[in-house]
DNA sequence: AGCACGGGAATTCCCTTGAC
DNA sequence: GTCAAGGGAATTCCCGTGCT
């Protein structure tokens, strides 16, 4: 036909993966299984416009590459796997007239090798070499020296189309595709907020607040971090509401110490306590989180919690001192950071990652090979067969 | 003469050492020196009984060896150190007159060797037994397969007194001592409270107190922990002070959460504010720390931060709401802890480490073996030489 | 009960800090 | 400056949890 064989990504794979070593994956255990960007889905791929006349069957062989497309020293492991590779073999007779056919990689892990010492790096790195599966016809001659614990992360899934025709002789061609970058898992930024305390506080007054956090924090620079506190927002009211700027004081592993401002000045509401969030912000990594805070006025006054009694008016006009510098400043509607519902961890975009763009796939001649060998070669350490 | 030529361990050598890999300690550097139980002294020992008129020449040797004595792959590095092993040699005829002499091991290393992948102790097994420094004369059958990553440590330091006679001939002795046992750094309990929020609170209601740990705390087993608030004591007066208990109500890796109960029944002080100490105890490993904290008792009532008037007497009637269960209990004097000043961390009593009493020393028939062929065999890789 | 996931312990190494 | 100490990052591994 007019149109050549192809492939596409359909289901591209997970951001963030948590690679698993070979002791994780041995004995009929898999573990770290490579899932989609979808929810639980998996990823998925596309082959068209095969030719039954001229194809007896087409193969997709999947493996790692690095980001700018050399062959990588991770492999896979699982169903349809083989030497670190997923190898599918599809008969063109049984497409049914179709010229197309999708491949989903159901139970596939994704393995990592050890860094430590040195030169199991190297062996896993002449591993891969002696693989010889190189999608993209990288000159290897500097393979076996480029990666280091360093740059072994992120790296890219790539897929290839091989040929067997009625002569049964197995070509590969030039119909290959990669995928986007898979991070470490590590690297997700996530802020883990646990609590913070105290979780109320009243107009007046400056106090400290602490935030606690299950997982360390990526950074403790604290110009880094910003915490506001807002007023919940009610869908009807578009009118003035609270919202008040904390001073970041510290940052430690775990915990983040901020100031509550004076709020006097602030206080607009006619309620006696004002539901509120407490959006906390890593502006370097863009991501924040949120608790509900509750800002007490003392109009009429409550004593804490001990007080269940209230003070009448008259008293309040000499309890309150109102001298205090407020710190917080009223925002502009547009600044408004919208309010979380508790717990809610939000994204506030993707992380600037390295994103340098490989080059365009070639379709240049390619090395005298039989895909099949790729099987020939002695089977990976861990690289168990999957189903078949 | 009657008594035979002995030696002992003047002084131990620190409870808890951070050994240091052979990469941390290549290159000129050394690091993770090897001190005395005291601040900054050094392992000594003495040797005693020198008969010169036997002995041209006396030499200590001291080496690594398990709890229960037998040969350990750790080894040193340093000044008078060659294969592994502190050497010493001394001849008689300089001690001028004197019987004995002291030996300090002023710059030497005690440096691990690594666990994975597992060949490499292996490796390290087999070394040692090559070095052939046996003080206690252990069979040593089934040495190279007792070593697991789980009992390298603690370890402890042996030296054994070698003789070299007028016709030059050299032989070990049976004169042999053994250290206290060495752990490793990480074990040494400690409670790294960097601060608590709030640092004040007042006589009536209850609260939570947060507790933020610098260091990772080595168990989140709330009953273990426990949180006194204790009056600070003034040394005149042996009468009545608040101490009360707070209840932990969560332990997590850097935080725990205590409850300050309502101390309303408890207050006997005629002070409107009393300097007290927060004490926290972590029982399973016998360390507490301590903070300073502040008890208002609102007589005349101060509202938080922010309230600079007093109230008179006729409010406090209808402000207190004295129904809560109070928590905390009056204790006697002779269950007082005494409050630390801040920031000291006091240690209630040494950890209860394993402590199995190793056997004696045996006077057995010594192998054969020339103390000095200790060196003729391969340089341990990384043990440099020291000063020599 | 099996098995993948996720937490986190254990191990190794690197790099800043601090003392001289 | 030198270099050991200490903090902590990076790496590897183990194991409890939860889902099927």
Redesign the interface.
Known sequence: SMTSLSIEILEQPTRYHRFRYEKEVSGGKLGGLLYGRSEKSCVRVRVSNIDPLMQKSVTVIGGTVSPDLYPHPFFMVGDDCRSGTFQLKKDTDSLGGKTEFEISLEKVSLVCVLL??PDKLQEAVNRRLAINFNPFNKDLTSMSSMYTARNLKPLRLAFQIFVTDYNDVTAPTSAAVYSEEIYDYKQEPRLGL?DL??SSS?V?????I?F?F?APLSHTDCSQFSVHLVEDHNEHDNEAFLEAELRVKMA????I?AEKP?LTELWQSANERLKCQVVIADKKNNIKDSRSFIVEN?RP?K???????V?DDD?LG????TN?QPEAKRLRESDRVDPQTSHVVAQLQQPSQPQSQPPVAQASAYPALDAFNLAAHHQLPGASGGSN
Chains 1, 2 share one sequence.
């Open positions: 430590r010492p646990y305390h105290p009243e007046p007054g400056t106090h400290d602490w606690y299950d430690k592993k775990h915990l110490v004076d003392p006054v004593l804490g919690v001990y007080a269940d009694e003070l008293l000499f309890l309150y001192d205090h």
